[in-house]
Every structure is written in structure tokens, then in C-alpha cells.
């Protein structure tokens, strides 16, 4: 019987405390709130229909008459030959967009840090922030119309190098492809990037530099022993979460920069055009399921090789 009323006793302190901290944080909850009716809207309610995956769906029938066909659909992603060129491209795209775009907001960050005149400084961070609002429909479109054929690119070459080197579709070129997707990446997104390394460096103390100096320590070393390990913690964790998009792929961009002369098929475009258009929605659902379930994998294999080689992880 005491037992029983002290455990009620602690529920009650409990539930008092969580009534006077929401009391005094209410206002911070509820700024959170639209965020979390939109991840439960978009992320939670829609996970049932994952079962999609191994179902031989019919829209008719439905999920809960569909026959269940276990894991042929699985199956079939790594024998279809379409599906297994896309996995390889998705794989080549994001390996070469880490190594392209992720040390691209820490070197600016640390450029812009150094920059002594603070109208400079700020105008830079603008510019540099301002194409992530851009829809990629919209960069795509002014992409086409700047190498267009009668674009201001191929007016630039006639410019430089005379009327005989004749006018070129720059976008029907394959080997190009790739290059523009990555510096497309890089372009719009390397500014919104530098935030979260400018607020990591703006967090170190600067009596660390000022005694740096005093012992003889240039710029360099200075980066090399305060400000980089002032930002490894951040660095390491936003690399993280990068590796779990390994087998992700930007569709906007890549179905966009898509034309008849391009073949160059991705995760996204693929489950697309032939799961989406085509009515392969069990197919479709098991490339996502696939996907998801390496992502999940690659951050759990990225955090514990972190934690075992820097000491740094999410948990």
C-alpha cells in the first residue's frame, strides 16, 4: 500500500513539473508545432503503405485485398537491369556529390570568417544564401535558357573565340552531365550550408586566437588547432547524416536536366517513370523500402565508426 502511494506520489510531481515547464515553454512548442503535424502528415501516416512492397498491389483492391507475394519485388530490383544501372548512377552521383559539395560550405565558411570588412562580409553571405530559395524547376529553367543554343553562353564563345567555332547544345552532351549536376549542387546549396559551420566557428573562444598569436602561430596553424577542432563535432555530424543519403538522388535536378540525348537513369527517375507512370507501385514501394532501409543501415554504420575513431556520435 505504500508502495503503491508513493508511486503515486512521484506520478503526480511528475506530471506537475511537465504542466510547469510546458506552461513556461509554451510558446517554443508552439512554434514547433506545424513542424510536427508536418512530419506526422508526411513521415508517419504514410508507413503502412510500405506493405505496398510486397504485395502484388491493385489500386482497385487495395492494400487489404492485394495478393501478398513475400519478397519477389525485392528481388527483382537487383535482376532488372534498368533498376540495377540506376542503383550503380545514384551510388557515382552521391559518392562524387559528398566529395564535391561537402567540403564546399566549410572551406567558404571558413573564407568568409576571415573576411575583415563586415559590408563585404554580409553582402557575401547573401548572395551566396539567396539561390537556395530557388525551386530546382526554377534553376533547371534558367540553366536552359543560359546554355540554350541562342543562349548568352554560346554568345560568350562566338565573343571569345570567333564566329567559327559555331554555336553547340551544351545540355544534349553526356559527359557534361554530370559535371553540371554537381556544381548545379554545389551552387545553390553550398551558402545555406555555411550557417551551421559559421555558428560552430563563431562559438570558439577567441582568447584561444588571441594567445595563439601571442605564441607565434599563423593563420594556418591557427585553423589547423582551434577553428577545426572548434567545428569537428559539427563537421563530423553533419557528415552523418550526408552518408545517409548515399542512395538518395536529387529527382528535380536530375529529371529536369533530362533531355533525348541524356541516358543517365537514377533511383528517383526510375521509380518515376516506371513505377509511378506506369502503375508499378509495388515496384516503385520496394526501391523506397530498399533505399530507406540502407539509409538507415549507412547512419548506424557511419555513427559507430565515428565513435569509434573520433569519439563523436549522435548517441
Not at 502528415?41 to 508507413?47: K, L, Q
Not at 563586415?118 to 553582402?123: C, H, P
Not at 551544351?170 to 548545379?184: D, E, H, R
Amino acid at each position: 500500500m505504500e508502495k503503491a502511494f508513493a508511486n503515486k506520489s512521484i506520478v503526480q510531481r511528475s506530471k506537475k513539473k511537465w504542466i510547469k515547464n510546458f506552461k513556461k515553454s509554451y510558446f517554443a512548442y508552439l512554434l514547433m508545432l506545424p513542424s510536427i503535424v508536418l512530419t506526422l502528415i508526411f513521415s508517419y501516416f504514410p508507413m503502412p503503405g510500405i506493405l505496398v512492397a510486397f504485395q502484388d498491389y491493385n489500386m482497385f483492391k487495395g492494400i487489404l485485398h492485394s495478393p501478398w507475394v513475400g519478397m519477389q519485388h525485392i528481388i527483382e530490383i537487383f535482376q532488372v537491369p534498368l533498376l540495377y544501372n540506376s542503383i550503380i548512377n545514384t551510388f557515382i552521383l552521391s559518392v562524387l556529390t559528398i566529395i564535391v559539395g561537402f567540403p564546399a560550405p566549410i572551406i567558404l565558411a571558413l573564407m568568409i570568417n576571415e573576411v575583415g570588412n563586415g559590408l563585404f562580409k554580409r553582402s557575401v553571405q547573401t548572395l551566396t544564401y539567396l539561390p537556395h530559395f530557388l525551386s530546382w524547376i526554377a534553376v533547371v529553367g534558367l540553366v536552359y535558357s543560359f546554355m540554350d543554343v541562342d543562349g548568352p553562353l554560346n554568345d560568350l564563345k562566338l565573343l571569345l573565340f570567333g564566329s567559327d567555332s559555331g554555336r553547340e547544345m551544351f545540355l544534349s552532351k553526356q559527359s557534361l552531365f554530370l559535371p553540371f549536376l554537381l556544381l548545379l549542387s554545389v551552387w545553390k546549396e553550398v551558402g545555406w550550408g555555411t550557417i551551421v559551420f559559421l555558428a560552430a566557428i563563431t562559438s570558439i573562444d577567441p582568447s584561444l586566437y588571441e594567445a595563439a598569436r601571442i605564441d607565434g602561430a599563423n593563420r594556418f596553424k591557427q585553423h589547423l588547432h582551434i577553428t577545426w577542432p572548434g567545428m569537428k563535432i559539427t563537421a563530423v555530424i553533419m557528415l552523418i547524416f550526408t552518408l545517409g543519403t548515399l542512395f538518395g538522388s536529387n529527382f528535380e535536378l536530375v529529371y529536369g536536366m533530362q533531355n533525348a540525348y541524356i541516358d543517365f537513369p537514377v533511383i528517383s527517375t526510375v521509380v518515376y517513370s516506371s513505377g509511378i507512370q506506369q502503375g508499378n507501385y509495388s515496384t516503385a514501394a520496394a526501391v523506397g523500402f530498399v533505399q530507406g532501409l540502407v539509409a538507415f543501415l549507412l547512419i548506424i554504420v557511419a555513427n559507430k565508426i565515428s565513435k569509434k575513431v573520433s569519439g563523436i556520435s549522435l548517441w
